[in-house]
């Protein structure tokens, strides 16, 4: 009579994430001793019925939503120990999952999760013992170890969105934050050596990135090579700093790449040329302007 338990534990989960945040919203964001210490429970229960759970996917997403409940309610260290759980699972994820009867590749899913905690990791302030962006970090190196499809380019999009992150981490101010936790803007005040951290670690990523393409353009595989290029142009365009050259120059690279071969679609490289043009103008860029003359459309006749 109980052994299919595991959707009433993920509702019991749910439940008790649910009394810790109205429990907040009750004292209106201040905790008392005592419901400090209902809420730290409140986590605990969560941390260690997690683990019983089967489904890798329903722990994933439930340590990453117990974190962001520990972080709302200031419960630091509780929340630090369901992202390094993550980190951990992570590379445990199955390369297939069976959803409505079928097998299906797991990558998609992996894809849509990671994006989601990097939204969160930007707000979660570096512990003092860990070292710079440790959870950023660490989670490289799993996204490194883990044994990706050989047809898929998820590692690389992953790569993306991870300088997205470092890109906002970089910011004076960051465009969110958790009430009455102070992020890394705060911690490091725009600190020079946690700038020049993030700035090692952004040139490893693209290092990665254009090695990849190089690798797409030996094996043959030019329209996943030009969906990438122009992936990875699209993410400097609205991340990156075009005042530095290197960087200006490597996005017309990827922009010459991604149409070199006839696999681009042209009604998007026009429109996102209008948009450059268009947005030079209103910021009256001479970076972006340069930019946009140093961008041919190559017909395809």
């Known amino acids: 009579m109980f052994c299919n338990l595991e959707p009433v534990l993920v509702q019991l989960i749910y439940s008790v994430n649910h009394l810790a ?38 722990r994933l997403n439930l340590y990453l939503h117990s974190g962001q409940v520990a972080l709302a309610n200031q419960c630091l260290s509780q929340a630090d120990a369901f992202f390094k759980a993550v980190v951990s699972l992570v590379a445990d994820v199955p390369k297939t999952i069976i959803i409505d009867g079928k097998i299906r590749s797991s990558e998609a899913f992996l894809l849509e999760f990671l994006s ?34 050989d047809n898929s380019d998820d590692k690389i999009r992953i790569y993306s969105s991870v300088l997205h992150l470092l890109a906002a981490l970089c910011q004076e101010s960051y465009y969110y934050h958790v009430d009455k936790v102070d992020s890394n803007d705060n911690l490091y005040g725009g600190d020079a050596k946690f700038l020049a951290d993030i700035g090692k670690l952004c040139d490893t990523l693209i290092c990665q990135i254009v090695e990849h393409l190089k690798a797409l353009g030996k094996e043959k595989t030019l329209k996943r090579q030009s969906t990438l290029a122009l992936l990875f ?17 490597l996005a017309a690279n990827l922009w010459n790449l991604a149409q070199k071969h006839g696999y681009a679609d042209t009604k998007t490289m026009v429109k996102t040329l209008e948009y450059i043009n268009r947005r030079s103008k209103q910021s009256e860029s001479r970076h972006l302007s340069e930019l946009g003359m140093r961008l041919p459309l190559q017909s395809r006749t």
Not at 126 to 149: I, K, S
Not at 233 to 249: E, P, T, V, Y
Request: glycine residues 4%.
């Open 21 to 58: 945040m109205e429990t907040k919203k009750v004292m209106k964001g201040n905790h008392s001793r005592k419901t400090a210490s209902f809420v730290r429970a409140c986590v605990a229960f969560c941390f260690i019925t997690i683990p019983s759970l089967t489904s890798i996917f329903s």
């Open 116 to 149: 989601n905690f990097f939204s969160t990791l930007l707000v979660v302030p570096d512990h003092p013992e860990q070292g710079v962006l440790f959870l950023v970090r660490g989670l490289l190196n799993v996204t490194e170890d883990y044994t990706w499809e």
């Open 233 to 249: 142009f699209n993410s400097i365009l609205a991340h990156g700093d075009l005042r530095n050259n290197k960087l200006n120059q």
